[in-house]
């Protein structure tokens, strides 16, 4: 061997042990020992370049338009993923619709590399009326977007009763749950609802972005989170808007009138993990690096610090793959990307090396087959998953994702703390399902980044004894900070927090629709329902920020949940800040929720409709 392949030899091992170690690595440096051009990523992502003619461009974005707008239940996944460059211009815009499990990233190691002169819109979906409710499982990511419209309206408009040249007039991107915004540069007037009907919302996440050349305009967002941003405006407030270490000219403290808590920074942060192309156009994944007391966004003032890993160090798995093919890759030492599409697991995915990276393209969905879990996380340092939709099976599982094995939740560290950014499940709606949890936290120093757990209120195998689940997300875990939790509809304690340190910015919930009888639903004797967030009795220290718990029982009887919030007396003074409670349609709805937490705060019944009942601080001073 002479030298110069030694030194080669030499440099790739030097590279691999870092990144498998945790230890930042440059992207230049990587880019020496990464594998040239593209894995195999499948036929559901869509890779687009500056060589191609912006026709070829449009032709594939609307192709995937026409079939992902109308699919909320399908099973097609797609992934949009542009190449360093320019795309559109001011005279001839690039413009297209963003629908259902469909995820458009660039692939700069900075959102200034990709440039897209045009709009991303998102319309209303009209099932009856139109509103943007329904608006899930979508993302925009590291990009920049020059806001330009064209003269007439794009390809895919909206849907009648809609108007097409009204949608043509801004950028409309309504969204709700599951649609993360993040490490975004957006220039221009950009609307969070569809104003061209209705346009309820019901929202939302972004993070790690920047807004330029004018306001954000919030509109219908019923409630919504902003992260580590940097705005240069905010239009409005509606129940629960919620900032959190973010720069500019960001609405300052004023909960409850408006409704706005505002969070000078973010006590700790990591940033989801994504795919870049680096100079010589080879692919990489970048992991940011965890952030303490951070405001602003990571790339505004240079590169993102993080680790830079190398694609062949991933298993690029396909929806045909088996859990034993990606247990076997996973268990030689790689990381894991999945590819759009549905995985039927009869086994979990068991993750188990420290600093270990699950990457999700286009929303791949995992869905047990046999009771199992889908995925297994051990309780190790550094654990990231990001960008996946667990989905129950018909047979029940105990828990669809759990980070941490119970008799070891001491491995982790501050320093390294593990993510899960953009992790979403689902219990009934595309068919039966049926899971008692969803999401079990035993790991300690664990950042939970925009999760959303929803037993379906509508789609297919919906009813109270067909889609059975009795809680979303269990934390049991020590110094656990979530930022955008989202969980809905389950049957008893919707949150159930054990753990100790823990610090919550924004948490919005849905209880049931569909509780059958009051009967039917009681925590204990003489206790009606379950509260939406439990505390446990053993808990001395947690922190909350801007929560919300709204009901709308459907049934046509009278229900009640005596409390929306449950929590120790013997927290500190002031543990929970800008808590409130909603009664939803007051046509429709019947019943309320009695307290905002424990037995204080007013009540939401029809006597206050759409209305936020509200508590600003809790446990309140001894008198």
């Known amino acids: 061997m002479n030298a110069r392949n030694l030194l080669s030899r030499w440099c790739v091992i030097a590279i691999v042990c870092a990144a498998t170690s ?19 990523f499948g036929s559901n992502v869509h890779i687009f370049s500056p060589a191609m003619t912006q026709s070829q461009i449009q032709a594939t974005l609307d192709s995937v338009s026409s079939v992902q707008v109308n699919n909320q239940f399908g099973t097609h996944r797609s992934a949009l993923l542009f190449e360093p460059g320019t795309y559109g211009s001011p005279s001839n815009p690039l413009v297209f619709q963003v629908g259902y499990y469909t995820s458009v990233a660039g692939l700069g190691l900075s959102p200034n590399e990709v440039v897209i002169n045009g709009a991303i819109v998102s319309f209303n979906q009209c099932f009856g009326s139109c509103t943007g409710l329904n608006n899930f ?13 064209p003269p007439k309206p794009p390809a895919y408009a909206p849907a009648p009763p809609e108007n097409p040249f009204c ?23 950009f609307f969070l609802f569809d104003y061209c009907n209705t346009g309820f919302t019901s929202g939302g996440f972004i993070a790690d972005s920047e807004f330029t050349g004018s306001t954000v305009v919030n509109g ?30 960001v609405p300052a403290q004023s909960f409850p009138n408006p409704t706005y808590t505002t969070l000078a920074t973010s006590p700790v942060t990591r940033e989801a993990p994504f795919l870049y192309q680096d100079a010589t ?26 680790t830079s890993i190398p694609i062949h160090m991933f298993f690029v798995a396909q929806p045909t793959d088996s859990a034993a093919t990606i247990n076997t890759a996973i268990h030689r030492g ?23 990276v699950v990457l999700g393209l286009g929303f791949p969905t995992l869905t047990p087959t ?11 340092k550094g654990m990231v998953i990001s960008g996946v939709l667990f989905d129950a099976g018909a047979t029940t599982s105990s828990v669809l994702l759990r980070l941490g094995d119970g008799h070891a939740r001491s491995d982790n560290e501050a320093s390294d703390p593990s993510l899960l950014a953009d992790v979403f499940f689902r219990v009934g709606g595309a068919a039966a399902g049926n899971a008692t949890t969803s999401l079990v936290v035993n790991s300690n120093n664990v950042i939970l980044d925009d999760i959303w757990a929803w037993r379906a209120d509508h789609g297919n195998g919906v009813g109270w004894t067909s889609n059975t689940a009795d809680t979303g997300v269990i934390v049991n875990g020590d110094n656990v900070t979530a930022y955008g939790l989202f969980v809905e509809h389950f049957q008893k304690y919707e949150v159930i927090w054990n753990g100790n340190s823990g610090t919550d910015v924004f948490f919005q919930n849905e209880m049931p629709y569909d509780v059958p009888s009051q009967a039917a639903w ?37 229900i009640f949940a005596a409390r929306a919030f449950e929590v120790p007396d013997t927290l500190p003074v002031g543990s929970l800040q800008d808590l409130l409670t909603i009664f939803l349609d007051k046509t429709h709805g019947k019943g309320g929720i009695l307290n905002v937490v424990n037995n204080t705060g007013g009540s939401s019944t029809i006597a206050n409709p759409d209305v936020p009942v509200t508590v600003v601080s809790y446990p309140l001073p001894l008198s």
């Open 22 to 40: 945790g230890a930042a690595v440059t992207p230049a440096l990587v880019a020496a020992a990464a594998s040239p051009g593209p894995p195999n």
């Open 137 to 149: 499982w979508r993302a925009i990511s590291n990009l920049t977007l020059n806001i330009k419209l």
């Open 167 to 189: 949608a043509n007039s801004n950028d409309l991107y309504a969204i709700s749950q599951a649609a993360p915004i993040r490490r975004v540069h957006i220039n221009g007037l």
């Open 220 to 249: 219908s967002q019923q409630q919504f989170l902003v992260r580590n941003s940097q705005l240069d405006g905010w239009t409005n407030a509606v129940w629960n808007q919620v900032f959190s270490g973010d720069t500019g000219s």
């Open 281 to 306: 156009g080879s692919y990489n994944v970048l992991v940011p690096s965890a952030q303490t007391n951070s405001a602003g966004t990571t790339w505004s003032g240079g590169p993102t610090p993080g």
């Open 334 to 356: 790689k990381n894991l990307i999945l590819t759009p599409g549905v995985y039927q697991l009869d086994e979990p995915i068991d993750v188990t090396r420290p600093d270990s």
């Open 370 to 380: 046999n009771g199992n879990a889908a995925m297994t996380v051990a309780s190790a």
């Open 522 to 558: 009681m925590e204990t004797p003489g206790v009606d329902g379950w509260a939406a967030f439990k505390i446990g009795d053993n808990v001395t220290r947690f922190h909350g920020y801007g929560m919300g718990s709204y009901s709308f029982f459907n049934q046509g009887i009278d």
